[in-house]
């Protein structure tokens, strides 16, 4: 099961319909081992494309540093569909590399309708898990 | 000579949990090919057809390796290799 505060699972819905009709993509990092997603890193699509997403591998090397200096992994790693339901496709399960991220897929084909869905893969095997979103405590 | 090389945690399995080693070679092919001599398997999850697997980004210091030359670029004493999954999909 993926926990994601309100906050963090708003700035991502927000990133992909920002970037519609091109395909949004980010990491959400936490301490490693603790499966908390705590810090929200928005990520350019190198290929700007409706229909594919890709890390700048520049950006991808300074935020990997960024977690390894401050024992953090990637937790969350999220991208949008912007045509399609949010589903792992072919290729998103071919890259699927991090064996403990929960992959959140995020669908903008519907303006009205919000589509937050989150996945482990594992050897190219998909398993949907469902998603808790924990609101934020009221101020006292 | 020996160049530092950090290792993404899917290929950990190959080095014993460790996150970085060490290996020689003047160019990047060569430390490849020292490296699996070191860690049997990592060429393999590395290379394909004498070339850098397309899911995977190599950095030599802060460059990406594809702008070096790739499996030609040239490695030095007290460089530091990171290789990185692409983090890469789309709706196809």
């Known amino acids: 099961m993926l926990r994601i505060n309100r906050t963090i699972y708003d700035r991502i819905v927000a990133h992909a ?56 992994e990637p937790v969350v790693i999220y991208h949008s569909h912007t045509a399609t339901e949010a589903y792992p496709s072919r290729t998103d399960i071919s890259y699927a590399s991090e064996p403990n991220a929960h992959y959140v897929l995020v669908s903008t084909r519907d303006p009205e309708t919000e ?9 190219q095997e998909v398993t949907e898990e469902p998603v808790e979103v924990v609101e934020a405590e009221p101020a006292p | 000579m020996a160049t530092e090389v950090r290792i993404p945690t899917i290929l950990r399995n190959l080095t014993g949990d460790a996150k ?70 789309g709706m196809r």
């Not at chain 1, 301490?31 to 190198?46: H, L, Q």
């Not at chain 2, 697997?53 to 007290?78: C, H, K, S, T």
């Open chain 2, 20 to 89: 970085a080693v060490e290996g020689e070679g003047s160019s990047l092919g060569e430390l490849i090919t020292d490296l699996d001599k070191r860690h049997p398997g990592l060429q393999e999850r590395l290379v394909e057809d004498g070339k850098l697997r397309r899911f995977i980004n190599v950095y030599l210091n802060d460059e990406d390796v594809r702008f070096l030359g790739g499996m030609d670029a040239p490695v030095a004493d007290g460089d530091t290799v990171t290789i990185l999954p692409a983090v890469a999909g």
């Open chain 1, 115 to 123: 589509e937050f869905r989150s996945y482990r893969i594992v050897d």
């Open chain 1, 17 to 72: 319909r920002r970037d519609h009709p091109d395909e949004a993509c980010g990491v959400v990092a936490g301490p490693e081992g603790s499966d908390r997603p705590e810090r929200f890193i928005e990520m350019a699509n190198a290929e700007r494309s409706p229909t594919f997403y890709r890390f700048d591998s520049k950006e991808q090397l300074k935020v990997w540093r960024e977690m390894d200096d401050r024992d953090e």
